[in-house]
């Protein structure tokens, strides 16, 4: 490795180092000060507080992380050309690429990682942290849980065990509703193959059912019942995991099943190729940032730095209206990333053509 390319890593490296926890520090104080009534109100100890803020810094890196690195990007610049570094390799003939490689092949090393983070634990710790606030903060009771597909619901003396097959869970598969009395003895048993809500009333295909009357069981076998329930699709869908709680290998499998069921599933390939692919947004935008700083270099490093900022947030937002379109359909999922990859790389390259290096 070129000294050169040692020195300019290892600036940029020490400012991103210096950043990364300074604005992740900063968005939990400000998180903090925001729900600090809520916090008291609940009478909570700090290592509650402290486990729910540490297990959203995963979430929190993630989503600064593109402007995280553009930061640090153009800071290093700033620092080489106040230092007259910049000058220097110019004047030794050393081209442009000798500047920019380090610092992309660092944030892209470092990006590849977070989407490791991303695609395996980061969801994963969001949810456990959102669990912590609403059962330990806010102090609502979960009506159940869910592992994979499989979701366990209470309500009204009824425990659901079945999987969902769609979003909406209105299309479930091998129920089992539990029916207890007020002494929690079991009076009722039913088994259905599958099941949909259908004019409010829940149909039942292929199963069993098993009642108890005057402390005598009775089994009765069915092909299709229909029967009005307390619970409603909305009742379960409301524990069902959000896709953007899903690790990469639960997404991936609940598409599948969705693709099969015959839906779309437009909101979860949105949340599986945006959420992977997202920290490499991070180098595209320091990408653009750093051609923008070098080519004002000699005029002004405090507008390269301001147009590169404004650039940063306005592609965050640009990135946003992207998932939003095609979440509800009218982008198709995976086109996400690479076009909005691509404008950033065609910006760059026109840019890098114009500097005088």
Known sequence: MKIITKYIIRHFFTLLVIILPSIISLYLVIEVFQHIDDIIEAHVGLSIVISYLILRIPQIVLQLWPIIALLAGILTIIVLSKRNEILAIKSCGIGISSVLKPIIITTLICSFFLMVIQALWAPKAESIANHIWQVDIEKKKPKGIITG??????????????????????????????????????????????????????????????????????????????????????????????????????????????????????????????????????????YLGVCIMLLLERSSLTLGLAISLAIGILYWVFWNFLIAFASSGHLLPEAVPFLAMGILWLASSIIKRNILF
């Open 149 to 286: 597909k499989l979701l366990f619901f209470h309500s009204k003396n009824t425990i659901w065990v079945t999987f969902i097959e769609n979003p909406r869970a209105t299309v479930l598969k091998d129920v089992r509703i539990i029916r207890y009395d007020k002494h929690y003895h079991t009076k009722f048993f039913l088994f259905a193959t599958r099941a949909f809500y259908v004019n409010k009333k829940w149909h039942f295909i292929r199963g069993i059912i098993q009642q108890k009357k005057q402390n005598i069981w009775t089994s009765t076998n069915f092909k299709d019942l229909d029967l009005e329930l307390y619970v409603i699709p909305k009742d379960l869908a409301s524990i069902t995991i959000p896709p953007n709680l899903m690790n990469a290998i639960e997404l991936i499998s609940y598409i599948k099943s969705l693709r099969h069921a015959g839906e779309h599933a437009f909101k979860e390939r949105t949340a599986l190729w945006t959420s992977i692919s997202y920290p490499l947004l991070g180098v595209f935008l320091l």
